[in-house]
């Protein structure tokens, strides 16, 4: 069993639509991150964020730490927001902080 | 964004030959890390650094060596090159923060 599982892993929307993903963890975390990367592109942090929730634009992400569950929210979706979404938490192990990814959420915005 | 790049962004090598890919960083990061990226399994760790001639092994480490002999650069060598090896590279570096950055990828063919 993956450590960071996320769902949907596919996901189209019309343009104006509320769109959420989800992202569950098993592991003990010092912080979960939310990353985005656009078809061919690099990799974009998107959020940091070890409690509650925080808000960019309109991208919202929040944590649940006692369930373990993360939700990243679009409000208003566009297509320029067409790209994988990827879930990641930050564990230490053996004094160091690495990251441990989801298989991420492939988000089609459809005009 | 964190100035990092990597070179070269694209390679086609053979089986059986050597390998280099560089990682270049100028904003003094302390940590860096090497990913693959393939289609079903995301992101996985490979190698990582916690300062210079500081190394460790990921997931992934087989067939792979690393070295960093200054706090810019972060090389990921693969001795003898497999298909199994074809893959995207992303190089990524992180403060004490833990949130990372990421390089723009080289797409390594392996034929």
Redesign the interface.
Known sequence: KNEVEQSPQNLTAQEGEFITINCSYSVGI??L?W?QQHPG?????LF?LSSGKKKHGRLIATINIQEKHSSLHITASHPRDSAVY?C?V?SPQ?G????V????TKLTVNP | DAGITQSPRHKVTETGTPVTLRCHQTENHR?M?WYRQDP??????IH?S?GVKDT?K?EVSDGYSVSRSKTEDFLLTLESATSSQTSVY?C?T?TM?????????TRLTVT
């Open positions: 010092s912080a991150h990353l592109g690099g990799i974009v942090s940091m990827i990641a930050s053996g160091s902080e690495k990251l990814f989801g298989k991420g | 940590y890390y079903g399994h995301g992101l996985r760790l990582y916690y460790d990921g992303f990524a992180s923060s833990y949130e990372q950055y990421f390089g723009p990828g």
